[in-house]
Structures are given as structure tokens and as C-alpha cells.
T-cell receptor, first 115, second 110 residues
Framework: AQKVTQAQTEISVVEKEDVTLDCVYE???????LFWYKQPPSGELVFLIR??????QNEISGRYSWNFQKSTSSFNFTITASQVVDSAVYFC????????????FGTGTRLQVFP | DTAVSQTPKYLVTQMGNDKSIKCEQN?????MYWYKQDSKKFLKIMFS???????INETVPNRFSPKSPDKAHLNLHINSLELGDSAVYFC?????????FGPGTRLTVL
């Protein structure tokens, strides 16, 4: 069965701190995709990254970086030098290869960044 | 240009009513979805359509009926609304495992 676990329900940090959001997934497929989405207080779902199961290279985009480790079935997300605008709920999601493309979401981690 | 649009953005209605939410995408994608986000922020897929055909129905009550008049539209009709239907409903479309979400419709059932 497919499952995504985000064990951290809520994280609070002070601006400029680094913060890592954990994501652990379960799937029986060998081909799959992993995603992170941001949901700011305004409510929309903002796509951050997609990773396929064959690409274990870590990715950096500005202050954001992602660490994909198949050996531990984890796809963690780090924000460096956090800012108040990073305050949001962050969702990790999994989709298995095929024509359904449906996303299985984790329960989300609420990040609050205080000035 | 909005890629995935939903109307209305907010919907407040009484228990027992029937309501519809419309979704349109201008991305030329074949696959469209409805997701429900409950009050605890949990996001779960409800339906998926590929080229106007239903391919996923995740044990959603029969009161929910999606309709796809063409591959650019996937509407959600809900009969006999219940308090527990209050949620944010997101429409999405996808191509090659990349999903684009609409802005969401917040449904409140009183």
C-alpha cells in the first residue's frame, strides 16, 4: 500500500534559522514520483518540486533543498535561513507511475516562522 | 491566464441542498481530478477522469457525482449536502505526473 508520513505536525522557528521537514513514504512500486507542495495561509497549493524514483541527486533551489534517500524511503525538505513568508503548511506527496497519476498526500507539517 | 480555474471560490449552503462546483483547465491535459481537504488539512483524492472517462473513484458517497462534458472540464455535483461535506475542494489536471491545482472551493454546509 502507498503511504506518506509526515511525523512533524507543527514546527516553530525564528527567522534565519534552518529547518528540515521530514517525509517518509511507502510504496511497492519501483517507479514513482515524490512531490512537495506549499499551502500558504491564502489556501492555494503551490508546487515546489517533483522527483522521480531513479533520480537520487539532491536538489537545491535558492534557500530550498531536498534530500532524497531511497535506502530510508525519505524525501526531506530543508529551508535555509527561514523567513516569515515561509510560514505555511507543507505537504509531501507520492504518485506511482502509470496513467492514474493520483497523489497520495502526507498529513502536512505546519511551519511557523516568527520574526 | 489561469491554468486551472474553479467556480465558485466560496459556497455557503444549507444541509440537504444540491450544489455544483465547476472546474476548467486550459492546459490541454487529458487527466483531471477532484481532491477534498478537510478541516484538519488532510488532502485526499476523490475522483480522477482521463479523457472524459472515470478512472478513479475513491469510495466517495453516491451523493457526489463528477461530470466531464469534455476533457477540459470536470464538474462536481453534490446532492443532499451534509455537515460533513464542509471542506475545501481542489480540482487538478495533470500530464506526465505533473499536477496543477486550482485555487480551491471552500464549501460550508450550515
Amino acid at each position: 500500500a502507498q503511504k506518506v508520513t509526515q511525523a512533524q505536525t507543527e514546527i516553530s522557528v525564528v527567522e534565519k534559522e534552518d529547518v528540515t521537514l521530514d517525509c517518509v513514504y511507502e510504496t511497492r512500486d519501483t517507479t514513482y514520483y515524490l512531490f512537495w507542495y506549499k499551502q500558504p495561509p491564502s489556501g492555494e497549493l503551490v508546487f515546489l518540486i517533483r522527483r522521480n524514483s531513479f533520480d537520487e541527486q539532491n536538489e537545491i533551489s535558492g534557500r530550498y533543498s531536498w534530500n532524497f534517500q531511497k535506502s530510508t524511503s525519505s524525501f526531506n525538505f530543508t529551508i535555509t535561513a527561514s523567513q516569515v513568508v515561509d510560514s505555511a503548511v507543507y505537504f509531501c506527496a507520492l504518485s506511482e507511475f502509470g496513467n492514474t497519476d493520483k497523489l497520495i498526500f502526507g498529513t502536512g507539517t505546519r511551519l511557523q516562522v516568527f520574526p | 491566464d489561469t491554468a486551472v480555474s474553479q467556480t465558485p471560490k466560496y459556497l455557503v449552503t444549507q444541509m440537504g441542498n444540491d450544489k455544483s462546483i465547476k472546474c476548467e483547465q486550459n492546459l490541454g491535459h487529458d487527466t483531471m481530478y477532484w481532491y477534498k481537504q478537510d478541516s484538519k488539512k488532510f488532502l485526499k483524492i476523490m475522483f480522477s477522469y482521463n479523457n472524459k472517462e472515470l478512472i478513479i473513484n475513491e469510495t466517495v458517497p453516491n451523493r457526489f457525482s463528477p461530470k466531464s462534458p469534455d476533457k477540459a472540464h470536470l464538474n462536481l455535483h453534490i446532492n443532499s449536502l451534509e455537515l460533513g461535506d464542509s471542506a475545501v475542494y481542489f480540482c487538478a489536471s495533470s500530464h506526465l505526473n505533473e499536477q496543477f491545482f486550482g485555487p480551491g472551493t471552500r464549501l460550508t454546509v450550515l
